[in-house]
């Protein structure tokens, strides 16, 4: 009985002998392995010059076990470009084609601003390849030969007066810098070119593509280019968090030479601006007795409450709450008759404003600032100054319009909206508590 039990434990050492031998076995055949074999380079004569004739050479080799391979060429002064630096690769066969460019980082100052070449054809001459293999036990294995560049392309690919305007961003759609112009004339086409801004602090962080606008020139051609960039805002997505970018543009030729731009670019109160009529409420009357029955000559009064939602200051412009119009003027009548320029329309300009049926004119012809002085902040930007109503706050908005003349209908509906001047109205600001008035025609 005690021998019987005591069989599976024989068999388990006589296994776990066997395991240990082949483990043996199979180190010793890798340890036998040459580390670098099979190495060749073929053909010996290229021209890399994108001409699709003898334009690269096929580089093979064959590692017996994991390594990090390097290739390299060094000239006949002795200078070394590398293709590949200790890249770590595990074993078997592996082939890459070169058409005789390298990596190197150089800056070149030009008569069109400073380039940073990433990486570029060899000139014409004789050249030794190298290349190299050091195991992770430190053992190393090098073969070489020699190949000769003819009739390269080593012209690097330009991009001339690279301009970024302003330095400055605020993605907001306040109308003040909202948008920035990057602009480059590309010295020749090339194969690819891209731009796109990045954050020199969170090298993981996934750039943003920055796309040109379309125009006559394709991107990849010899010419000026222009990007209208504006944080992503227009499609209501938040720009980029507050910060100081960097915005960098590549270009690589057919051949392989590399040139790359940059420049930076700081974004200060990004974010998709949300305003709306508080509770959708709206107060309005005759400002005699509190009635909806309007004779001629007669005053409607109105108050509202405006706040700011969302995560970015909204700018607005007068005529301020309190103003009087006359129902045959507009807004921009009165900024004629008053001499105010800033009450005309503006780009980025929040106002609330009033329309009514039989409007012959101006949409929402009558506007007003989203708040009083003491509810907004203003600051000098540019020598003019400018009004906010910042994040999380509300502005009062109430004014008057006196009944001038007598409409062709007895029954009109005046109604409120917020107006994106330049922008739009969302379809929640628009029409927002309509109020029907009887019209008293004598």
Request: glycine share 8%; hydrophobic share 35%; proline share 7%.
């Amino acid at each position: 009985m005690n021998g019987e039990r005591c069989r599976p434990y024989r068999w388990f050492g006589v296994l776990l002998f066997l395991a240990v031998a082949w483990g043996s076995l199979v180190g010793c055949a890798a340890s036998i392995r040459p580390l670098l074999s099979n190495v060749s380079v073929e053909p010996t004569v290229i021209s890399p010059n994108a001409d699709g004739q003898d334009d690269v050479t096929l580089i093979r080799y064959t590692l017996g076990r994991s390594a990090y391979v390097s290739i390299y060429f060094i000239d006949e002064a002795g200078r070394t470009y590398y293709f590949r630096n200790r890249r770590r690769r595990a074993p078997g066969p592996y082939a890459v084609m070169w058409g005789g460019v390298v990596n190197v980082r150089e800056v070149k100052e030009t008569p069109y601003g400073r380039q940073t070449v990433l990486s570029r054809v060899l000139p014409a001459g004789e050249y030794t390849w190298v290349i190299e293999a050091e195991d992770l036990r430190g053992r190393r294995a090098r073969q070489e030969g020699r190949i000769t560049i003819v009739d390269p392309d080593t012209t690097v690919p330009e991009l001339r007066n690279f301009s970024v305007t302003p330095r400055v961003f605020t993605p907001n759609r306040d109308g003040i810098d909202d948008r920035v112009a990057i602009t480059y004339y590309l010295s020749e086409d090339v194969e690819e070119i891209v731009v796109y801004l990045r954050d020199p602090n969170n090298p993981d962080q996934v750039p943003w593509i920055l796309y040109e606008t379309e125009r006559e020139v394709k991107p990849t051609q010899r010419g000026l280019h222009y990007i209208d960039y504006e944080g992503g805002v227009d499609r209501e997505v938040d720009p980029p968090p507050d910060g100081t970018y960097e915005i960098v543009a590549r270009a690589r030729d057919a051949a392989g030479n590399t040139t790359m731009v940059t420049a930076t670019l700081t974004i200060k109160e990004g974010g998709v601006p949300y305003a709306d009529i508080l509770n959708a409420e709206v107060t309005m009357m005759d400002a005699a007795d509190g009635d909806r029955i309007l004779a001629i000559g007669d005053t409607l009064i109105f108050t509202a409450t405006v706040e700011n939602y969302g995560d970015v200051p909204i700018r607005t412009s007068g005529p301020p709450p309190g103003t009087n119009y006359k129902l045959s003027e507009s807004f921009n009548t009165l900024a004629e008759r008053t001499g105010n320029r800033a009450w005309f329309e503006q780009a980025g300009v929040w106002r609330f404003g009033i329309d009514f049926q039989t409007n012959p004119g101006q949409f929402y012809p009558f506007r007003w600032a989203i708040g009083r002085r003491e509810d907004l902040e203003c600051r000098i930007i540019d020598g003019e100054e400018q009004c906010y109503l910042m994040p999380g706050q509300r502005g009062l908005v109430y004014g008057s319009i006196t009944i001038n003349y007598a409409p062709p209908r007895r029954t009109i509906v005046f109604w409120s909206g917020l107006i994106h001047e330049d922008v739009g109205i969302l379809p929640f600001n628009n029409r927002v508590a309509p109020h029907e008035f009887i019209i008293n025609i004598p």
